[in-house]
């Protein structure tokens, strides 16, 4: 299965790090973000988890601080990256529970934080962890309207998770998925999320509803190459 994140990176703060060139000269915290984002977008995540853990040092005064939360989970992102799991997973473990407490438990930041904590217990083959975070991110992200497409990919990344364990409620979250899928503007994630759902559909032996899928996924695809 293809794990899917789409990720908002905290665009507030990179709005923050563009327009504050000089302040950051001055704080150390905001020169090792800045580089850390320079250098993962070179693919070189080995050096920019440095400067993220740079970052986190910077602000070992302030624990509980956003600020503090930014870096872990800017952290974990590259510890992923890395293939370094537990080290992931220990960053957004504290970088989500972190949000709740700065932000609030429904705050766009732990919906999103506790989505891509889902997506890294699947890669270490813990599913039923993945569905308690897909569920912890359904929940925050539920009423955000800047968060409609990566509800649909938690929902179809929960009915997976589900579907592999052999729990009820699969399919209930699949449908959900494309409910909300009908309603967005189509691109190659969400069109990933429909073939998800027929191989689903195949496994449990509807054959004809997984080709129809397979069928409309192939149509998206095909309208956006146009």
Not at 181 to 209: F, M, Q, T
């Amino acid at each position: 299965m293809k794990i899917k994140t789409k990720s908002v990176l905290l665009a507030a703060l990179l709005t923050v790090l563009a327009n504050t060139q000089v302040y950051a000269a001055q704080d150390e915290y905001l020169t090792h973000m800045l580089a850390g984002q320079e250098a993962s977008k070179t693919g070189n995540y080995a050096e920019a988890a440095k400067l993220y853990q740079a970052a986190v040092d910077d602000r070992a005064s302030q624990p509980k601080s956003y600020e503090m939360m930014v870096a872990k989970e800017c952290l974990g992102r590259q510890f992923k990256r890395l293939r370094k799991f537990k080290e992931a997973e220990e960053m957004f473990v504290q970088a989500t529970d972190g949000y709740a407490a700065c932000k609030g438990p429904k705050s766009l930041d732990v919906a999103l934080s506790a989505g891509f904590l889902g997506s890294i217990y699947m890669l270490d083959g813990k599913a039923a962890d993945a569905i308690v975070a897909s569920d912890r991110a359904i929940a925050a992200g539920q009423d955000k309207q800047e968060a409609q497409t990566e509800l649909a990919h938690w929902y179809c990344f929960r009915g997976t998770c589900l579907g592999a364990l052999k729990r009820s409620g699969a399919e209930e979250s699949f449908k959900r998925s494309m409910e909300l899928v009908e309603k967005l503007p189509p691109d190659e994630l969400l069109a990933a999320d429909i073939s998800d759902y027929a191989a689903y559909l195949e496994r449990n032996g509807d054959k004809a509803a997984a080709e129809k899928m397979n069928a409309k996924a192939k149509a998206i695809l095909a309208k956006i190459k146009k």
